[in-house]
Each structure stands twice: as C-alpha cells, then as structure tokens.
C-alpha cells in the first residue's frame, strides 16, 4: 500500500490530501514513483480528466511499472522523465505558457510535490489550484541550516549533510519556498555525541 | 476576537464635509465632490473602499454607503457618483434633488469592503453600469503603480455610460464598453481564457451578473480567492411591524421606508454598522423571540444560520408577524 498518514505536527508542515476532479481550463499532473496510483485512482473516477491531462511522470525506483498503466489512460500528453530536475525545463515552459484556470495535481514523494508546487506558485499559479495527495516513499527532501546544502531523500534521523557532512537532526520545520525541511546540527552542545539513527517514523 | 481598538461610535467616526460641486454625468447619474470646511485633507483610503453618507431626509435619517471614485491620492476632497433610484427609499432621490453646492453633509470614515489583492499579477475589473464606481479609484492606483489591469463595462447604452469616454479615451488598450441597446454582451467566457497565471477578477454590479461571474470563473477552474465582488444591497422597502429591543428595553415602530437598523437608530439606540449593504456583518443581531417571519435580504449569513431563526440583519432584512424582541 502506498499510502501513509502523517502524524499529527507543527502547523509548518504540509498535509496532503486525496486528488479530486476538479473543473478546469487545463490540467497538469505530475507524479513520482508510486505517486502514478494516485493517477491511476484519479482515471477511474473520471477517465475524460486524464484523458485531458498533460502528464509528466518521473518513475525512481519503479521502473517500468506504472509507465504502460498511465499511458493506457490516454494523456492528451505523456513524458516520462529520468527525474524531477531532468523535468524542470518542460514543467517551467507548461508554467510560462499557461492561463487561469489550469488545474496542478502533484502525487508521490513530498520533494516532488513541494518543489513543483513552488516552482508553480513562483509562475503565478494560485495555491488552491493545486492538489497534493502524497504516495510511497515518505523519504523527505532536508536542508542543512548550517552550510544550506539540500540533501534528497532521507530517511533517517539523524541523518549526515551530504554538503558538510554535519550530523543533522530532522524537523518538521517545512519552507515552502526551498520546499524541503530544515536540518540542524544534532551534536552542537556536545560534539561527537550523535545518536544511532532511527528509520524516520519510528 | 481581533486586537483592533474598539470604535467609540456605530459605523467609525464621520467627517463634516461641503459640497464642492455636483457634476451631472447622464439623466442618471451624478456626481457629488465633497471637501471640508476648513480645508483639511481628508484621511487618506484605499481604492475600493465606501464612505456612508448621512442625509437628513425631510426629517427621515438617511445613511447610504457609496463606493469612493476619486483618486486615493488625492486627498482634497473625496467624490462620489450616485445613481437616480426613483423607485428606493430616496436616499439617491434626495442627493441629486435636495443637495446643493455648498451644503453640510457628514460622510463616514472610509470603509473598505473591496480592496485589491496586491499579490496578483494582473486585475481583470468587470463592471455593470453604476458598478464603474470603485473601479475607477482601483485605476488610479494601478496607474501611478505601474500595475497590470484592464476594464471590461457593460452599460445599458452610450448615453448613460458613465466615465466611458473619459476612461476609453485615457486607456484605449486597457477598456472594453459593450452596451446592451447595440446588443453587445461582455464576453466573459472569452475573458476569462488565456488570462494569464495570478490574474484576478473583481465585479461589480447587479446581483445576476455577480453570480454569472462567480460561477463562469469557477466552472473554468479559477479559484474563488481569485475572484472579488462587491454588491450592496440597498434596503428593501416592505411592511411596517414593531420590534422590542431588550437590552435598551423600547419598543420601535419600523415604518415602510425605512430599514430596521434606520428605526433601531432613530429610536436613540447606537446599534453596530460598517455597509449597511448586508455585506459587511458587522451589524449582525440576536434574535430572541420571534413570532412570524424573518425576511433575510443579507448576503452576510449562512444559509443555516438564516434558517435557525437566531440572527438578523438589521441593515437590510425585515420581519413579518406579531412579535420580534432582538438583543440590542
Ligand atoms: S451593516 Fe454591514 S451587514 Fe449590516
């Protein structure tokens, strides 16, 4: 199952929410990894809104296996990319060329989700014209306070700044803007005294 | 509820002012310029704000809310436009018949029920004929700004078209007139695609073309942040019926022409108020007993709210039946 529910935190953190059919001009999905069965639940309520969509599918880890299941929806637009940055340039010039009433549905990881979502609302998109339903991985993307590096995908706490090599504590302290959350120096009163690092969640 | 001082009085101070001129724009409408007597700037408003202008109506307290046309910065004198209502309660009626240059007037600090929202990116205003008012005040500011905008206005025919030459003639790119005695319709399907990212819509006018609006936009997928509106609803004449007020502890005779707030009022009583449009809530009121039927004409209360029979309106809503005690 590719759902997990959050526990309850600081008003900081992002909730995500179930994708629904929403009217529109357009209609914009981006998805990572297991994120394509939020997609896929999304086609069976109301195949004529996929089959509208431009989709941009970022697999990870999954290989082929949502890639022929989202195609046979039938996207007015289909493009699978080797990852978010390797989309970045098509989901910038989709941004730049769209109008008002477009519909953003984000599914999968947190770090696609926020990075498109800011990348969306720096275009002008209104914020209550995205949806965000989270799916797999609940890895998340961090950014070290001390040297600003961003390192992706952790899912430990601590974890090590792939920038500085800091052991960092994870927070649920959440910019919307780097769209990653905040990693702080977890040994700062006492170097060297670094706890064993724990799966996030447990 | 919120850290703002408590106002000492109903409905924010006022302000003495003079007519400096009456400007008669069409066989409707007119506008009124008001300064103060010693000169004074007046406080400065935002663009889409009201002031609510008090009359003494033949003896019958009037206090009708107006949108502020002049320019923000400008702070010499304050205008209003005023459309010839011959069938209302006279407020209109009265300025455009019994006002003259050089008259007393008070007008109320300006209240602002419709402001632009500064974040977006470009402003699409619809107008629907007297509805121009608060756009003009909105152009002013987006023009000294800098800011992205463009006017869409329907009126009922090039002769009471007010401000169309001027603003046609200011900004030929940026106005579009389309007048229903030429069988033009605004286009709003057509508007509304291809506005680009952040762009918002502001409307004002009659009722219907305000909900035309608000649901077009929403069937094309703009959000509802994205999408302003300011309607007032002037207060409906109806049958008279009595009231009792329980914390001042009178009984009020509300006569057909007048509102219920206006009676609250004329009985010595300082009930709360900003719009006097149903709009604002500011005036929302308790009912404790009532016997027969609440006429709600707001568009402030929630549906359930109006159905539970607890709240009233008192700006424009009324009553029908034996008995209503309000708490006030
Ligand atoms: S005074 Fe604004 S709703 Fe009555």
């Known amino acids: 199952m590719s759902r997990f529910q959050f526990p309850e935190s600081i008003a900081s953190r992002p909730v995500y929410g179930t994708l629904e059919p929403r009217p529109g001009k357009a209609h914009l999905m981006i998805a990572d990894a297991e994120g394509a069965e939020a997609l896929l639940d999304l086609a069976v309520r109301d195949p004529a809104l996929v089959r509208a969509a431009h989709i941009i599918y970022i697999p990870k880890g999954t290989g082929e296996s949502y890639v022929p299941r989202l195609e046979m929806c039938g996207p007015a637009q289909f493009h699978v990319a080797p ?120 | 509820m919120s850290a703002a001082p408590q106002k000492a009085k109903a409905g924010g101070g006022t302000i003495d002012v003079v007519v400096r001129a009456i400007v008669p724009l069409n066989d409707l409408v007119t506008r009124f310029e008001f300064e103060r007597p010693d000169g004074a700037p007046f406080p400065p408003f935002s663009p889409g704000a009201h002031t609510i202008v008090e009359m003494n109506d033949d003896g019958r307290p009037r206090k009708n809310p107006y949108s502020l046309m002049s320019d923000p910065s400008d702070t010499s004198h304050y205008a209003i436009s005023v459309r010839r209502d011959d069938e209302g309660r006279g407020g209109s009626r009265f300025l455009h018949t ?17 402001p ?28 000294r700004q800098g800011g992205r905008w463009e006017l869409h206005y329907a009126c009922r025919s090039e002769s009471l078209a007010s401000y169309a030459d001027d603003l046609t003639g200011r900004h030929a790119n940026k106005v579009h007139v389309y007048y229903s005695d030429r069988k033009e319709a605004l286009p709003l399907e057509d508007l509304l695609d ?42 409906q004449p109806g049958d008279p019926f ?9 009984d009020v005779h509300v006569e057909p022409h007048e509102s219920l707030l206006e009676a609250i009022e004329r009985a010595g009583v300082d009930a709360p108020f900003l719009c006097r449009g149903g709009a604002c ?20 209360l929630e549906d359930d709210q109006k159905a539970s029979g607890k709240k009233i309106m008192p700006c424009v809503s009324r009553f029908a039946g034996k008995k209503l005690v309000l708490d006030r």
Request: proline residues 5%.
């Open chain 2, 194 to 235: 291809g506005q680009p990212l952040g762009t918002h819509v502001y409307v004002c006018g009659p009722k219907g073309m305000i909900d035309w609006v608000k649901t077009t936009a929403a069937d094309h997928g703009w959000p509802g942040d994205a999408v302003h509106a300011e309607e007032f609803l002037a207060p």
């Open chain 1, 83 to 202: 990852s978010y940055e390797a989309s970045v340039p098509r989901l910038r010039r989709v941004l730049t060329d769209a109008h008002m009433g477009l519909q953003l549905y984000l599914a999968g990881t947190e770090g696609l989700m926020g990075q498109a979502m800011s990348e969306a609302i720096e275009h002008g998109l209104p914020q209550r014209s995205i949806q965000r339903e989270h799916r797999g991985s609940v890895a998340r993307r961090m950014q070290c306070v001390h040297c600003k590096g961003i390192t992706e995908d952790v899912t430990t706490d601590p974890f090590v700044c792939a920038h500085c090599g800091l052991h960092l504590f994870v927070r649920d302290h959440y910019s919307r803007r780097l769209a990653a959350f905040q990693g702080v120096r977890v040994d700062a009163e006492d170097p060297g005294n670094v706890p064993d690092p724990v799966e996030l969640y447990q």
């Open chain 2, 98 to 114: 019994a006002v003259s240059v050089g008259d007393r007037l008070s007008v109320s600090y300006p209240v602002n029920l419709f």
């Open chain 2, 242 to 250: 009595d009231v009792h007020l329980a914390r001042s502890g009178i």
């Open chain 2, 116 to 143: 632009l929202d500064l974040r977006a990116r470009k402003h699409v205003f619809l107008a629907g004929g007297i509805g121009i008012t608060p756009f003009l005040s909105m152009i002013a500011q987006l023009e």
């Open chain 2, 281 to 300: 809530g500011q005036c929302e009121t308790d009912v404790i007993e009532a016997d027969g039927e609440l006429i709600h004409a707001d568009h402030w």
